[in-house]
């Protein structure tokens, strides 16, 4: 354990040499950049099923709405898959230890929500926000923060198991049923980006992802498990 703390320590030690002692070098000037990456969001969704999600169906469903069990209470006492999607981004860097950046984030595959054994509940949002960044070190290796604010739509999916016969029919048919909601949104964090010369990058970053209005409660978490990063 001790040799294992010694180790990490002593990595971390290095980095930060290495950062300082390549600080001269063509890193961290003001410039444009794009990049492309793959996040991660994991679940935190705290909506209430009953109180915050079934009345964002059509009243003309109603009679189908019927088989949708109540008492669920709030997501976050059930189990939700996570997601991957795809993220593209450009900033600028208007001096060594501030940059401005627009991003787009699209879950490309959807949260999935299983309730009484069943998905019953499946999300798949994208976001667009603008965020200011703030870089700690200069160098190859440039730890930051981040904090960003814009839009989440995000589609919803109820799947249903609807009877095909009369009273004790064991022939069901699955039908999914769709709905838009939509918010504004804030999200913050971090990360670090490793240089491999002053134009490429690669980078790995968390942030948290709040909306609110018809979107809020599905909160998540987006980890950016590898990020590509051209600097102009």
Known sequence: MRSGIRTTVCTLALLVIMSSATQADDYTDPGFYVGLGIPLGLDNFDADFDRDIVPLFPPLLSPILALVPTGVGSLKDYSTRPAF????????????????????????????????????????????????????????????????????????????????????????????????????????????????????????????????????????WSIGLFNMQYRF
């Open 85 to 220: 999607g795809v993220r593209i981004y450009t900033g600028y860097k208007i001096m060594r230890y501030v940059a401005v950046e627009a991003e787009f984030d699209w879950m490309a595959t959807r949260f999935k929500t299983r309730i009484n054994g069943a998905p019953l509940l499946e999300s798949r949002p994208w976001t667009a926000v603008g965020n200011v960044k703030g870089y700690i070190l200069k160098g190859q290796v440039q730890p930051f923060v981040r904090v960003g604010a814009g839009w989440m739509s995000n589609d919803l999916f109820m799947n249903l198991s609807v009877p095909l016969g009369g009273a004790g029919s064991t022939d069901f048919r699955l039908i999914s049923i769709g709905r838009n909601v939509s918010g504004a949104v804030v999200r913050f964090g971090g990360g670090i980006e490793l240089y491999g010369n002053e134009h490429a990058a690669v980078s790995i970053d968390f942030s948290y992802v709040m909306p609110f209005g018809d979107a809020d409660g599905f909160d998540y």
